[in-house]
Every structure is written in structure tokens, then in C-alpha cells.
């Protein structure tokens, strides 16, 4: 199985049309499944475009997407969220789904209707302000040479290279955290991959992130 998740957490990268078109090729070369985690497809810059894998040529028979409403309409705690699949896999994931969870409650399935339904400018409102957070904190980083900030067009989330004098980057972000009070997760977290890195959420309020940014600035320039 190939498992593709854009707009991507942790780094927030979008993939191009080109770059998913390459990955449909790669699934269709050696006859994988492919699963597409696109829980972040409506958070995403102005002129940044979404591509579904599953909507590419031969690709919905061996697509599962996944999807949900914790991202766009905020609602984390409800735990609600749908997929798409080929009906093959769907009998095998509808099989595990009844038995774990039986069915979502009705109440949360009415409250993800009302969102679906009611959300239009809101979500549009939400959009623009996560593009206007990532350029600000991204402006609010630039100013030191210790941190350099991958570019980003989706998601809520920025993929930072660190300069530090710790072991690792746990426990740089342990430190920053018991020191300056401001909370980030290790590049780690994600995979050996992640090393060096820390990932900054700006699913905040403008002047929290600002205070943040500012303390992290302050701590790697000393
Ligand atoms: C890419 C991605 N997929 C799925 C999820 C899980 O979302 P949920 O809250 O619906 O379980 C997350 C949550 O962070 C995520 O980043």
C-alpha cells in the first residue's frame, strides 16, 4: 500500500498535480493500493491546488480516501469522519468499522450534517485566516539564521530546521517548553526523518502566535 497524505502534517507541503500524478503511475506500475489521507484539503493558500488521487484515471478502484471534520470545521472531539473506497476493500473496512465502533452516534452525524450544510462562509473565513497565520509566523521566524522554515501552502502547520545545541530535537523542544513556555513536537515524532526539525502549529490566535514566535526566536539567537 502507498499511503499519500497532502496537504501534508507535519510540513504543511501540497503536492502538485505532476508530483500526484507520478504516484498514481508508481501504484499503477506495481498494482498498489493506494491511501489517501486528504483531511487537509480544504485548508490550503489561494492558487494552491488540491488534487485527489482517487479522481486520476484507473485510480478510484484501488483508492482508498480517507477524510474527516476534525481540520476544517474544527470539531476534533466529535470523532467523525468518512472514507471513499473500492466496494472489494469496502466490505473488509466495513467489517472492522461495525465491530469497533457499530456506527457513529446520530447526534455527531447530525452536527457533521449542519456543517456540511450551514458552513459555506465560515469555512472560506477559516481558510484565509490559517493562509494569513502561516505568513505571519513564517515572517515572524525569518529574522535568525538558527531557524529555517520550509515553505508551506496547506495544513495549519509549520516544518522548522532548527540550529541548536541539544542532544536531539526532543530534547530541544523539551527544554523550549520548560524554559519559554511554548509548545512544539519534534520532527521525531514523524519519523527518524524529523530529526532537527520541529513542527509549529498555528491553529492559534494571531497575538499568541507572535508571543510564540517571538520566544523562540529570543531562545535560538542566545
Ligand atoms: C493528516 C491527518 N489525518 C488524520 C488525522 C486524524 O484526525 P481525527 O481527529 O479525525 O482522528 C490527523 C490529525 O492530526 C491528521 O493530521
Known amino acids: 500500500m502507498l499511503i499519500v497524505n497532502s496537504p501534508h502534517n507535519p510540513t504543511g507541503l501540497v503536492m502538485t498535480k505532476e508530483e ?11 498494482n498498489l493500493i493506494v491511501l489517501s489521507d486528504e483531511m487537509y ?19 478510484a478502484e ?11 470545521y474544527a470539531m476534533t472531539g466529535w470523532r467523525i469522519g468518512y472514507l471513499h473506497a473500492p466496494s ?40 484565509h485566516s490559517f493562509a494569513l497565520r502561516r505568513t505571519l509566523l513564517a515572517d515572524a521566524l525569518s529574522n535568525t539564521e538558527q531557524l529555517q522554515v520550509m ?7 509549520l516544518f522548522v530546521r532548527v540550529h541548536h545545541q541539544e542532544a536531539n530535537i526532543r ?16 520532527g521525531t515524532a514523524f519519523g527518524d526523518a524529523g530529526e532537527g526539525y520541529l513542527r509549529l502549529s498555528y491553529a492559534a490566535s494571531d497575538h499568541v502566535l507572535l508571543e510564540a514566535a517571538k520566544r523562540l526566536v529570543n531562545y535560538v539567537s542566545h
Open 41 to 59: 484539503e480544504k485548508i490550503i493558500s489561494d492558487g494552491t491546488e488540491h488534487v485527489s488521487i482517487a479522481s486520476l484515471p484507473g485510480m
Open 88 to 127: 472489494p476493500l469496502y466490505q473488509g473496512i466495513f467489517r472492522v468499522h461495525q465491530f469497533n465502533t457499530a456506527c457513529v452516534p446520530a447526534f455527531t452525524q447530525k452536527a457533521a450534517l449542519a456543517a456540511m450544510e450551514r458552513a459555506g462562509d465560515v469555512l472560506e473565513y477559516m481558510r
Open 151 to 157: 515553505e508551506a501552502a496547506g495544513a495549519f502547520y
Open 20 to 30: 500526484i500524478d507520478q504516484l498514481a503511475n508508481i501504484a499503477k506500475k506495481h
Open 62 to 72: 484501488r483508492t482508498v480516501t480517507v477524510n474527516g471534520f476534525s481540520k476544517a
Open 171 to 186: 530534547e530541544f523542544a523539551l527544554r523550549l517548553l520548560e524554559d519559554t513556555g511554548v509548545a512544539t513536537v519534534p
